[in-house]
């Protein structure tokens, strides 16, 4: 069994601060997705990673996945209120390909105007 | 990408009933998945609904207390039974996407168990 971490588990920052979030694990992946759920909603796909090292960005987020394939980190710049939500990771192991994602206990995120 | 419609989207029920819920995908896929969500809480996968056959469930959840049907590739329910409080959860259901494994979820159902 992975044993998945995401950090801060909640974080509440005032509109125009940076933060980042990170998900952890001993395990390697194949790949890591993170999402992002609204209350009322399910949760969202933003990203997924797939090469170790990799850099995505998606407006002013930006994901990365660890070189070893055990980690990942989203940076979030200039954060605005629209960024309020519930941010999951969620790693899929090798061969895993058509299996129900296991997702991290996410990072509550709350942007003060 | 694939829109799921899931009801309903609410309810509130007594103690020793049973809830079914409804999941709709407007095209065909092929796997569902039903995920629950406690208060504040990460997503917890309950089982893979198989078109066809039986469910296939994780460890903590049983058939008896979580029955799945999927008679088709589009639509999937899973009954709550014998409801007590600690079921009062949010309910998602999910479908995976043919093409880049991404998960698509319904609004999902809020419990409230009385």
């Known amino acids: 069994t992975q044993l998945l971490e995401q950090s801060p588990q909640f974080l509440s920052i005032q509109e125009g601060e940076n933060l980042t979030v990170y998900c952890n694990s001993s395990?390697?992946?194949?790949?890591l997705q993170w999402y992002r759920q609204e209350p009322g909603e399910g949760p969202v796909l933003l990203v997924t990673v797939v090469t170790g090292g990799e850099v995505k960005k998606l407006k002013r987020l930006t994901f990365q996945f660890g070189d070893a394939r055990k980690d990942s980190s989203l940076h979030i710049t200039a954060a605005q209120p629209g960024d309020t939500g519930l941010y999951l990771c969620a790693p899929r192991a090798s061969g895993g390909g058509a299996d129900g994602l296991t997702f991290g206990k996410g990072t509550h995120l709350i942007i003060q105007p | 990408s694939a829109v799921i419609s899931q009801k309903p989207s609410r309810d509130i029920c007594q103690r020793g009933t049973s809830l079914t819920i409804q999941c709709q995908v407007d095209s065909q896929v092929t796997m569902m998945f039903w995920y629950r969500q406690q208060p504040g809480q990460s997503l917890t996968l309950i089982a893979t609904a198989n078109q066809g056959s039986e469910a296939t469930y994780e460890s903590g959840f049983v058939i008896d207390k979580f029955p799945i049907s999927r008679p088709n590739l589009t639509f999937s329910t899973l009954t709550v039974s014998n409801m007590s409080p600690e079921d009062s959860s949010i309910y998602l259901c999910s479908a995976l996407g043919a093409r880049d494994e991404k998960l698509f979820f319904g609004s999902g159902t809020q419990l409230s168990v009385l």
């Open positions: 395990s390697v992946f194949s790949s």
